[in-house]
C-alpha cells in the first residue's frame, strides 16, 4: 500500500512530512483533511522528491502526535496513526477520516476553518463554514426553509410541469418533495423550491442563472454570443442546451437516401454536464453562477461549489453519488429530467469514448467544479486512473475476484461491487462464475 501512495502525487486526499517538525502544519492537514473528505499523512517522506527519510524515536512521535491532534483540534477528534517500516525505515501513517464537523484549530477559533482543495490547506469562508455546519446537520442548503412571509412558488408553473410528465401535484406532494417546509410552526416554501419556481427567485436568488457564451478561438478575447439564462431550472436547461446546439459545427454523412448531421458534441454529454451542474451548483456562493464557455476546440461547464463534502473525483467517476441539493434533485428526478443517480459522470466519459472524442477531463477547485468536452478526436479511451490500474491488472492476472478488486483499490466490498457493476455496465469488464461462493467466479475484460 505505502508504495501505492508513493506513486501518487499530493492532492486532496494525500500529503507527504518530511517529519514532524512542523507539527501545527500536520494538524492543519489534519482539520482540512476531516473538513473536506478525508485523507492520508505519511510522515518520513520527502514531499517534493518522495525520498524516504524515516521517522526517529517513532513510537514517542506517534505518542506526541496523537497527544497534540487531541489537544488541538475543536471537536475532538482522534485520527487513526500507526508505524509502519518500509525499506528498513520507518514511518508513521495518519489515517483522518472525513466527519461532520466543522473542526479548527482551538488556537485560532472556530471562525478560522481549514479545508483541503488540491495539494493545500486553505481557509474557509462564511458560506463553506455554513455548508459544512449544514452537513453536520445532515441537512443541504436547498432544504432551509426560505424565511418571508411574502414568499410565494409559481404553482402554475409547478402544475404545468408536473402535467407534462403525466403526474399531479398536491400540497401534501410539496411537502413531500420538500418544496414545502414546516419552521416553528409555520409553513414556508424551502430555498430549493424558491430556486426553482419561487415568483421572486430573480430578486432573491439574483446569481442561480445560467450564463451563456460562444467565443472567437480558444480564448476569451472576442466573444461571438452570449446569453443570461434566467428562467426557472427545469426550463433553463432546455434553453441552455439550444444555445449549445445553436453554436456548435456540425459535419455530416450523406447516405444513398438522406444526410445525416452529425454534432459536435455529444447529445448526451451535453445535457448530463449541464444537469450535473444545475443540480450541484452550491446556490449558497454569492457572486457566482452556473458558466457555459464554448471555444472553437471545447466547451467548459463549469458550476460553483466543488464536490459535496466526503467525495473525491475518483468517487464520482465511479458512480458514488452525494447530492448537494436533494430539493432540486428531487424535483428532477420527479420531473424525468435526470436517471439514475451518480451516471451522469460515467454517460459523460462512454458518449465521448464511443464517439472518439478526446477524454473529457473533470476538474474540482475549492468553490468551484468545472467538465471541460473537447471536439477533437483521440484515439485513447477516457478512463480514470482506479480504472486504468484495474485494467492493467486484469490484463496481468486475466480475472480478478470481488475482494481482489477491494484490496487492489483499498476501499470496501460494498464499494468494490458498485465499481465493477459501472465497469460491467460500461461493456469494460464482465462477470464469469454463477455465484459469489463460486471458486472460478470472478471478472474479466470484456472482449
Known amino acids: 500500500m505505502i508504495e501505492k501512495w508513493l506513486s501518487q502525487d499530493e492532492s486532496k486526499t494525500l500529503e507527504f512530512k518530511e517529519g514532524t517538525q512542523s507539527l501545527t502544519n500536520i494538524i492543519k492537514t489534519v482539520v482540512a483533511f476531516a473538513n473536506t473528505a478525508g485523507g492520508i499523512i505519511i510522515i518520513g517522506v520527502q514531499d517534493r522528491t518522495k525520498k524516504i527519510v524515516g521517522v526517529k524515536n517513532a513510537l514517542d512521535e506517534e505518542e506526541r502526535l496523537i497527544s497534540s491532534i487531541s489537544d488541538s483540534i475543536s471537536p475532538f477528534l482522534i485520527p487513526h496513526v500507526e508505524i509502519q517500516t518500509y525499506r528498513k525505515k520507518e514511518l508513521i501513517i495518519i489515517k483522518i477520516a472525513q466527519a461532520a464537523g466543522p473542526y479548527y484549530l482551538k488556537a485560532s477559533g472556530p471562525d478560522a476553518v481549514l479545508v483541503r482543495s488540491g495539494s493545500t490547506n486553505r481557509l474557509a469562508d462564511a458560506e463553506l463554514i455554513n455548508s459544512l455546519r449544514l452537513f453536520a446537520r445532515k441537512t443541504t442548503f436547498d432544504e432551509t426553509p426560505f424565511l418571508n412571509k411574502k414568499a410565494m412558488l409559481d404553482m402554475q408553473a409547478i402544475k404545468k410541469s408536473f402535467k407534462e410528465v403525466k ?19 409555520d409553513t414556508y416554501p424551502s430555498i430549493g423550491a424558491m430556486i426553482l419556481f419561487g415568483t421572486s427567485r430573480e430578486k432573491d436568488f439574483p446569481d442561480a442563472i445560467i450564463r451563456c457564451a460562444k467565443f472567437i478561438g480558444t480564448n476569451k478575447a472576442y466573444i461571438h454570443d452570449h446569453i443570461d439564462i434566467t428562467a426557472y431550472p427545469t426550463s433553463a436547461l432546455d434553453q441552455a442546451i439550444s444555445f449549445v446546439e445553436k453554436n456548435s459545427f456540425k459535419s455530416a454523412t450523406i447516405g444513398r437516401m438522406r444526410r445525416t448531421d452529425i454534432p459536435q458534441y455529444p447529445p448526451i454529454a451535453i445535457r448530463e454536464a449541464i444537469t450535473n451542474a444545475i443540480i450541484h451548483a452550491d446556490y449558497a456562493i454569492k457572486g ?19 464536490l459535496t463534502f466526503g467525495m473525491t473525483i475518483e468517487d464520482a467517476i465511479a458512480g458514488s453519488s452525494k447530492v448537494r441539493n436533494r430539493v432540486i434533485a428531487k424535483i428532477f428526478k420527479e420531473l424525468d429530467l435526470i436517471e439514475h443517480w451518480g451516471s451522469g459522470l460515467q454517460r459523460i466519459i ?35 486512473p482506479f480504472q486504468e490500474e484495474f485494467i492493467t491488472y486484469l490484463k496481468k492476472k486475466e480475472k480478478i475476484s470481488t475482494k481482489e478488486a ?16 459501472n465497469l460491467a455496465d460500461a461493456g469494460i469488464i464482465k462477470k464469469v462464475g454463477t455465484s459469489l461462493k463460486d471458486p472460478h467466479s470472478g471478472y474479466i475484460l470484456a472482449k
Open 406 to 421: 477491494a484490496d487492489l483499490w483499498d476501499i470496501s466490498t460494498r464499494n468494490a461491487l458498485r465499481r465493477l457493476k
Open 167 to 185: 403526474k399531479t401535484i398536491t400540497n401534501k406532494k410539496l411537502e413531500n418533495l420538500g418544496l414545502l417546509v414546516t419552521h416553528m410552526g
Open 350 to 384: 462512454q458518449t465521448c469514448t464511443e464517439k472518439d472524442l478526446k477524454a473529457p477531463m473533470f476538474e474540482e477547485h475549492i468553490n468551484e467544479f468545472k467538465i471541460t468536452l473537447y471536439a477533437t478526436k483521440s484515439s485513447q479511451t477516457s478512463r480514470a
Open 288 to 306: 457566482a453562477s452556473i458558466m457555459i464557455a464554448m471555444f472553437d476546440d471545447r466547451i467548459e461547464i463549469t458550476n460553483p461549489g466543488g
